[in-house]
T-cell receptor
Framework: GENVEQHPSTLSVQEGDSAVIKCTYS??????FPWYKQELGKGPQLIID?????GEKKDQRIAVTLNKTAKHFSLHITETQPEDSAVYFC??????????????FGKGTLLTVNP | ETGVTQSPTHLIKTRGQQVTLRCSSQ?????VSWYQQALGQGPQFIFQ???????GRGNFPPRFSGLQFPNYSSELNVNALELDDSALYLC??????????FGQGTRLTVV
């Protein structure tokens, strides 16, 4: 089955700096890669996602890149703010119409943005 | 905030007991998935329900079971609770296997 590795496990940056979180996946058939932000005591919140037919996607200060050949994908947050502090999870799945939509998650990255 | 709601938010049970967790999916969504999140870990897929039928299952024993109702809400049942079942249980809803939106979770503690 799919295996997702996520690095680093913790990341501390100064406010205004950029943060990058990297993930690798094992199943070359995976074609959907969402990123979730989880604040303390809350459920994961979908912040951005990318499909395998696209190499990069951007939404304001957040961007995701995908390298299908290397089976890598990364989350980039620019101009970080204290409210970006949270645990971030990457995930991968094979999304094919009505087939099983099982998300396999990485272990998470605790991002701390220092004022 | 998503439109996915879970109840209860917290629950304490004794080893060997049974528990039922509930999830109301977001309006317009027909698919519900359940995940178990242990402390400090990513969510682990338990199973998914699509149009009231199980549509895939993760590596969890049969004492984990579920239901989906005609209004697409769902229940997760766990029998013969073990200490290791203590975790945050998350429900995610989607429409036709598109983007999955999570509820706030139910924190289950087994003592």
């Amino acid at each position: 089955g799919e295996n997702v590795e996520q690095h680093p496990s913790t990341l501390s940056v100064q406010e205004g700096d950029s943060a990058v979180i990297k993930c690798t996946y094992s199943d070359s058939a995976s074609n959907y890669f969402p990123w979730y932000k989880q604040e303390l005591g809350k459920g994961p919140q979908l912040i951005i996602d990318i499909r395998s037919n696209v190499g990069e996607k951007k939404d304001q200060r957040i961007a995701v890149t995908l390298n299908k050949t290397a089976k890598h994908f990364s989350l980039h947050i620019t101009e970080t703010q204290p409210e970006d502090s949270a645990v971030y999870f990457c995930a991968a799945s094979l999304n094919s119409g009505g087939s099983n939509y099982k998300l396999t998650f990485g272990k998470g990255t605790l991002l701390t943005v220092n004022p | 905030e998503t439109g996915v709601t879970q109840s209860p938010t917290h629950l304490i049970k004794t080893r060997g007991q049974q528990v039922t967790l509930r999830c109301s999916s977001q309006s317009g969504h027909n698919t519900v998935s359940w995940y178990q999140q242990a402390l400090g870990q990513g969510p682990q897929f338990i199973f998914q329900y699509y149009r009231e039928e199980e549509n895939g299952r993760g590596n969890f024993p049969p004492r984990f079971s579920g239901l989906q109702f005609p209004n697409y809400s769902s229940e997760l049942n766990v029998n013969a609770l073990e200490l290791d079942d203590s975790a945050l249980y998350l429900c995610a809803s989607s429409r036709n296997n598109e983007k999955a939106f999570f509820g706030q979770g139910t924190r289950l503690t087994v003592v």
